[in-house]
């Protein structure tokens, strides 16, 4: 008798509803475990829906165009019964083997989530077929536009297949590796002559239609309809912002149903900067490019490729500053009665292992003076037209890596304490410099701080990290004699360096918050009012 199963829709955040965009299976299809049902689609992001179980599509409940929730029940399986198979005649040949062998079960090992993106590179395997490997040894490494990420064995076991190269591009849920895993010992026969039935063979899972029609369709780009439905992942949609095109215009879709990808985006840029028939209103920068020069005629030379994460910082930080009017404003903060305060601590923060500097201070008076000037806190909408503030404190911190710059992300500053901060700081920099920072980790950044202060310099103008509109610059404290109405005495003086996007931001408020900030630093017990 075939049992009846309902597959639901997972936990999907935190959405009430989310558009079914695509359905992957047909009635009669025969699917495995974690295959994928269903695509759906929000306003951030697109994900599929994979079954529970295997077995045999009895009954889809969707089409293209509902909303589902959570616990939502989208299909119904019918478990297969297996073929009833003669018994075959027992011989020497075929008897029972003895209790001590063993039979491997294969073991598939997928990308986890790798955080806001839709495919990174694959830079490294570190593994190859017949590989012996524990639960947790990297496997693969994977390197983003901001961070390189090792991909650990979930299982131990035997390295059977590698499913991907160097080169390749992989997302979250693509099969990886497949282990022969840890094999368990068969059930000894009761008795040696009794006739046992053959295993029935295991079916394989039969091809949907509506997924073929989906491979199919994803090979042929096809023409974006102006005016029509743009169907386009939140990633996808964030680089065309960054790179400042109008979705619309896009004239040729080569994903899955008429979905942009990336790929799209890039290919109308070149066509833009090419002047290969560009749409109507849209243009190349403009800027003409610096000209090739032959070096080896003024002598010995010796080229090394750049890491690819200062390659891609490279183009962001282009990116932000052709498209951000920037000014940097430079103050000087007392922070004598702040170090003496510090100094004060080092037995306590000796005793719970942790180091306590400058930059957990100005991470807490940051959040003080963000908290007062609310601006500073917040985004432009990609349209320009509203700015959206922020309920949380999140302070991303410059990181200098052997690959280049990184920036994790502190979150929830204003809730933690300088002890814990210390001590997140110290783990995150480490993980940083070995390149095993996640992208979540580098991600909700609601303003950035570059501190130079271990290596020297009085002043500089960094580089505002958008969407963020504001950068904090900081470069080494020193001693300066400062005038106090009646004599000239010795001060702990430190420059700060703010860059700001001026159209969220005027001088006069960037003033404001500078002598804001430089006060809480002054005296850091007011951070606490």
Not at 135 to 153: G, N, R, V, W, Y
Request: proline residues 6%.
């Amino acid at each position: 008798m075939s049992n009846l199963i309902e597959v639901a829709v997972p936990d999907i955040g935190d959405f009430d509803a989310v558009e079914v965009i695509e359905v992957l299976v047909a009635v009669g299809d025969t699917v495995e475990v974690e295959q994928a049902l269903l695509t759906l689609e929000s306003d951030k992001a697109s994900m599929e829906i994979p079954s529970s179980s295997a077995g045999i599509v009895e009954e889809i409940l969707v089409s293209v165009g509902d909303s589902v929730a959570e616990g939502t029940v989208v299909v119904r399986l019918k478990q297969a019964d297996a073929p009833a198979i003669a018994p075959a005649p027992v011989t020497q040949e075929t008897a029972p083997k003895v209790a001590d062998e063993k039979q491997a079960e294969d073991i598939n090992i997928y990308v986890p989530d790798i955080g806001d993106f839709d495919s990174v590179e694959v830079i490294e395997v570190n593994v190859a077929v017949g590989d012996v490997v524990e639960q947790e040894q990297a496997l693969l490494t994977l390197e983003s536009d901001k961070a390189s990420m090792e991909i650990p064995s979930t299982a131990a076991g035997t390295i059977k297949d590698i499913k991907v190269a160097v080169g390749d591009q992989v997302s979250e849920g693509g099969l990886i590796i497949v282990l022969s895993g840890q094999t368990s010992a068969a059930e000894p026969a009761v008795n040696n002559l009794t006739p046992a039935p053959q295993p029935a063979e295991k079916m394989p899972a039969k091809a949907s239609p509506k997924a073929a029609s989906v491979a199919s369709v994803a090979s042929t780009p096809v023409m974006s309809k102006p005016g029509g439905k743009i169907h386009a992942s939140p990633a996808v949609r964030k680089f065309a912002r960054e790179l400042g095109v109008d979705l619309s215009v896009v004239t040729i879709a080569s994903g899955p149903k008429g979905r942009l990808l990336k790929e799209d985006i890039k290919n109308h840029v070149k066509k833009m900067i090419s002047g290969a028939s560009a749409p109507t209103g849209s243009s190349g920068s403009g800027i003409p490019p610096i000209p090739t020069v032959d070096f080896t005629k003024f002598g010995e030379i010796e080229e090394k490729p750049l890491s690819k994460i200062k390659r891609l910082t490279g183009t962001n930080l282009t990116r932000a500053w052709l498209n951000v009017p920037m000014v940097t404003h430079h103050e000087l903060a007392d922070i004598t009665e702040m170090e003496a305060f510090r100094k004060s601590l080092k037995a306590d923060a000796e005793k719970r292992g942790v180091k306590v500097t400058f930059l957990a201070f100005i991470m807490k008076a940051l959040v003080a003076a963000l908290k007062e000037f609310p601006q500073f806190n917040a985004s432009l909408s990609a349209d320009g037209n509203s700015l959206i503030y922020k309920k949380y404190y999140n302070i991303g911190i410059a990181v200098a890596t052997p690959n280049g710059l990184v920036v994790p992300v502190f979150k929830d500053v204003d809730k933690t304490n300088i002890f814990d901060l210390a001590e997140q700081m110290g783990v995150i920099s480490k993980k940083a410099r070995d390149g095993k920072l996640s992208p979540k980790e580098m991600q909700g950044a609601c303003m950035t701080i570059s501190s130079l202060g271990g290596i020297g310099g009085t002043s500089f103008t960094p580089i505002v990290n958008a969407p963020e509109v504001a950068i904090l610059g900081a470069t080494r404290a020193d001693i300066q004699p400062v005038w106090d109405g009646k004599e000239f005495v010795p001060r702990l003086m430190l420059p700060l360096d703010m860059t700001y996007d001026h159209r969220v931001i005027d001088g006069a408020d960037a003033a404001a918050f500078m002598v804001a900030l430089s006060g809480y630093l002054n005296d850091i017990r007011r951070v606490l009012l």
